[in-house]
């Protein structure tokens, strides 16, 4: 099984930064891709932005674009997510996931990390 351990949410205030990570574990396995998705109470889940993970190209939500930044370390198997100029309606429980090689879609997810932004 792959296992993935968020870390790095919590409270700030707009305008202010935070940086997720997400460590990926388990057995062997070879990455397509890794992303960020968040989601808030009566609402669905949403993509945030992704990586590739050989190459490094990058995608994000237009809601994010310009503010948030994933990066990814290789040999950690880790996923960055550095959020600058929050709103407050970036708050939501933040999830990172991974497309494996093997797979089809994003097959594997976080726990979660709840992120909120007061004004």
């Known amino acids: 099984q792959v296992q993935l351990a968020e870390s790095g949410g919590g409270l700030v205030q707009a305008g202010g930064s935070l940086r997720l990570s997400c460590a990926a574990s388990?057995?062997?396995?070879?990455?397509?891709?890794m992303g960020w998705f968040r989601q808030v109470p009566g609402k669905e889940r949403e993509f945030v932005a992704s990586?590739?993970?050989?190459?490094?190209?990058?995608a994000y939500a237009d809601s994010v674009k310009g503010r948030f930044t994933i990066s990814r370390d290789n040999a950690e198997r880790t996923v960055y997510l550095e959020m600058n100029s929050l709103k407050p309606e970036d708050t939501a429980v933040y999830y990172c996931?991974?497309?494996?090689?093997?797979?089809?879609?994003?097959?594997?997810w976080g726990q979660g990390t709840q992120v909120i932004v007061s004004l």
């Open positions: 990586i590739v993970w050989s190459g490094g190209s990058t």
């Open positions: 996931s991974l497309w494996p090689r093997s797979g089809v879609g994003y097959d594997y």
């Open positions: 388990g057995r062997t396995f070879s990455i397509t891709r």
